[in-house]
């Protein structure tokens, strides 16, 4: 593959990243808006075999090549950049370290996330492999955001093992047909003016009429000379609930999601007093089948308007923020649209005393099952409970990041501005989170104000 030449315009994604623009260091172009994967690897790397698959990666996929030039605000565009290496760092524990491997593997990967990766530098993808001896390790590939989303980073290590499965000589790297980026980009533009994008659009011009975006008053005001520090508080719901609140969402033909939302929801109309409640979420962004093995930023904004006024108990609120979440995944289009339509509802991101904060709980591609990269068994580091003082950033407010485990119990991350929020507040969030959840799904035709 060569570098191309000719200007390929912006994905919606890319323009609605470009909203958040704060230059190399801070935002959505900072040089700490990342996401990193991290797992344990048993069985000796082929460093050599590592360092040709995740070039193979990087010419695979544009988008980890390619940059979003702003130089010119009329005349913002996407290049993509010729192949290249992939800077791989290569690095051996403290054979004295007495932690538990666990332990240092965790840590490995939060000073990783912690890092500065900069988004001028291609492709935007690094590896790092930790070694505890020749047969256990620690593997992290970090990736700008600009570059990707949650679901293209299992795509990333899919692809990653089957190529390494291919440089180590044990069989062909079996991978599915690529639909690039820039053909999503070309897909997404065009569809843009489509009869089920119009009828999408109507719906959401009458959903949103006179909303906003329901943010929280922050313990600082936003100070644009102050330099964004994230942090990552991490939390743990226990087995017992998380089994209750499975149970519970299975009778009412719910989600986890969609009963971790309605908690949520509860809380905001606990703490705010509000009954119109409007949360951003996210979604995978890919309606179209043929762009599920695509790596991108093709993650989609989702706003999720619930009214509350009238419930009597958590169980009305979830058949409420059910129908809330069906309407929005039935008319998900690119956000970009819908904010073009409803600028309104964004207001509170112009607050300099408000931050809004986003509700997500992870996705992973549902065909992505395999735990072997070749000869080697790897298992994802998912559940992470060591504390997290820096950590990779978000372009604006914060974020709420929920896992379900295989193991039966919930793990999780609120990230948030240090020179915003105190820590004490996330943690009484957090905590209020955890309580309302409890006593939701335990209590379900109790009276609100009992949760």
Same mark, same amino acid.
């Not at 790397?45 to 360092?51: H, K, M, S, T």
């Given at each position: 593959? $060569?570098?191309?030449?000719?200007?390929?315009?912006?994905?919606?994604?890319?323009?609605?990243?470009?909203?958040?623009?704060?230059?190399?260091?801070?935002?959505?172009?900072?040089?700490?808006?990342? &996401?990193?994967? /991290?797992? %344990?690897?048993?069985?000796?790397?082929?460093?050599?075999?590592?360092?040709?698959?995740?070039?193979?990666?990087?010419?695979?996929?544009?988008?980890?090549?390619?940059?979003?030039?702003?130089?010119? *605000?009329?005349?913002?565009?996407?290049?993509?950049?010729?192949?290249? *290496?992939?800077?791989? @760092?290569?690095?051996?524990?403290?054979?004295?370290?007495?932690?538990?491997?666990?332990?240092?593997?965790?840590?490995?990967?939060?000073?990783?996330?912690?890092?500065?990766?900069?988004?001028?530098?291609?492709?935007?993808?690094?590896?790092?492999?930790?070694?505890?001896?020749?047969?256990?390790?620690?593997? @992290?590939?970090?990736?700008?955001?600009?570059?990707?989303?949650?679901?293209?980073?299992?795509?990333?290590?899919?692809?990653?093992?089957?190529?390494?499965?291919?440089?180590?000589?044990?069989?062909?790297?079996?991978?599915?047909?690529?639909?690039?980026?820039?053909?999503?980009?070309?897909?997404?533009?065009?569809?843009?003016?489509?009869?089920?994008?119009?009828?999408?659009?109507?719906?959401?011009?009458? !959903?949103?009429?006179?909303?906003?975006?329901?943010?929280?008053?922050?313990?600082?005001?936003?100070?644009? +000379?102050?330099? +964004?520090?994230?942090?990552?508080?991490?939390?743990?719901?226990?087995?017992?609930?998380?089994?209750?609140?499975?149970?519970?969402?299975?009778?009412?033909?719910?989600?986890?999601?969609?009963?971790?939302?309605?908690?949520?929801? @509860?809380?905001?109309? !606990?703490?705010?007093?509000?009954?119109?409640?409007?949360?951003?979420?996210?979604?995978?962004?890919?309606?179209?089948?043929?762009?599920?093995?695509?790596?991108?930023?093709?993650?989609?904004?989702?706003?999720? %308007?619930?009214?509350?006024?009238?419930?009597?108990?958590?169980?009305?609120? &979830?058949? !409420?923020?059910?129908?809330?979440?069906?309407?929005?995944?039935?008319?998900?289009?690119?956000?970009? &649209?819908?904010?073009?339509?409803?600028?309104?509802?964004?207001?509170?991101?112009?607050?300099?005393?408000?931050?809004?904060?986003?509700?997500?709980?992870?996705?992973?591609?549902?065909?992505? $099952?395999?735990?072997?990269?070749?000869?080697?068994?790897?298992?994802?580091?998912?559940?992470?409970?060591?504390?997290?003082? &820096?950590?990779?950033?978000?372009? +604006?407010?914060?974020?709420?990041?929920?896992?379900?485990?295989?193991? /039966?119990?919930?793990?999780?991350?609120? !990230?948030?501005?240090?020179?915003?929020?105190?820590?004490?507040? @996330?943690?009484?969030?957090?905590?209020?989170?955890?309580?309302?959840?409890?006593?939701?799904?335990?209590?379900?035709?109790?009276?609100?104000?009992?949760?």
């Amino acid at each position: 593959m $060569t570098e191309q030449t000719s200007q390929i315009p912006l994905s919606f994604n890319q323009t609605f990243l470009c909203a958040f623009d704060r230059g190399a260091e801070h935002g959505a172009f900072g040089d700490k808006h990342t &996401l990193s994967f /991290g797992c %344990r690897l048993s069985g000796e790397v082929d460093v050599d075999a590592l360092q040709g698959a995740l070039n193979d990666v990087a010419e695979r996929h544009e988008a980890l090549r390619t940059e979003i030039v702003r130089s010119d *605000p009329e005349n913002q565009h996407q290049l993509v950049h010729a192949p290249g *290496p992939v800077p791989l @760092v290569v690095s051996d524990f403290p054979a004295d370290d007495p932690r538990p491997r666990d332990e240092q593997a965790e840590a490995f990967l939060n000073e990783l996330e912690a890092g500065s990766y900069s988004v001028e530098q291609f492709p935007l993808v690094w590896g790092f492999l930790g070694r505890f001896d020749e047969s256990e390790s620690v593997l @992290v590939v970090t990736v700008h955001h600009t570059a990707t989303d949650s679901w293209s980073m299992e795509i990333i290590m899919r692809d990653l093992a089957e190529f390494y499965t291919a440089r180590r000589g044990l069989g062909e790297a079996n991978l599915p047909e690529l639909h690039g980026f820039p053909e999503f980009t070309a897909y997404q533009l065009e569809s843009a003016g489509s009869e089920p994008t119009q009828h999408a659009l109507e719906h959401w011009k009458t !959903k949103l009429a006179g909303a906003q975006i329901l943010a929280v008053k922050t313990d600082r005001p936003f100070d644009e +000379n102050v330099t +964004n520090e994230y942090s990552a508080y991490r939390y743990r719901f226990d087995a017992e609930l998380t089994e209750t609140m499975l149970k519970f969402a299975t009778a009412n033909r719910s989600t986890a999601f969609m009963v971790l939302m309605a908690a949520y929801n @509860v809380l905001l109309h !606990k703490r705010t007093g509000a009954t119109d409640i409007v949360v951003p979420t996210f979604t995978s962004g890919r309606g179209d089948e043929r762009f599920m093995a695509t790596v991108g930023p093709i993650f989609n904004y989702l706003l999720l %308007r619930t009214d509350l006024s009238g419930c009597a108990s958590f169980r009305e609120v &979830l058949a !409420k923020t059910r129908t809330t979440c069906f309407d929005a995944y039935t008319n998900d289009i690119p956000f970009a &649209l819908v904010a073009n339509q409803s600028p309104e509802v964004l207001a509170p991101f112009q607050d300099p005393t408000l931050a809004v904060i986003a509700f997500e709980v992870l996705q992973t591609p549902a065909d992505i $099952t395999d735990d072997l990269i070749g000869d080697l068994k790897y298992t994802e580091i998912r559940r992470r409970l060591l504390p997290h003082p &820096l950590s990779s950033h978000i372009p +604006n407010g914060a974020l709420w990041a929920t896992d379900v485990l295989p193991s /039966g119990e919930m793990v999780g991350s609120l !990230k948030f501005d240090l020179n915003r929020f105190d820590e004490a507040t @996330v943690i009484g969030l957090v905590d209020g989170l955890r309580e309302t959840l409890r006593n939701a799904v335990t209590n379900p035709d109790a009276p609100i104000a009992n949760l």
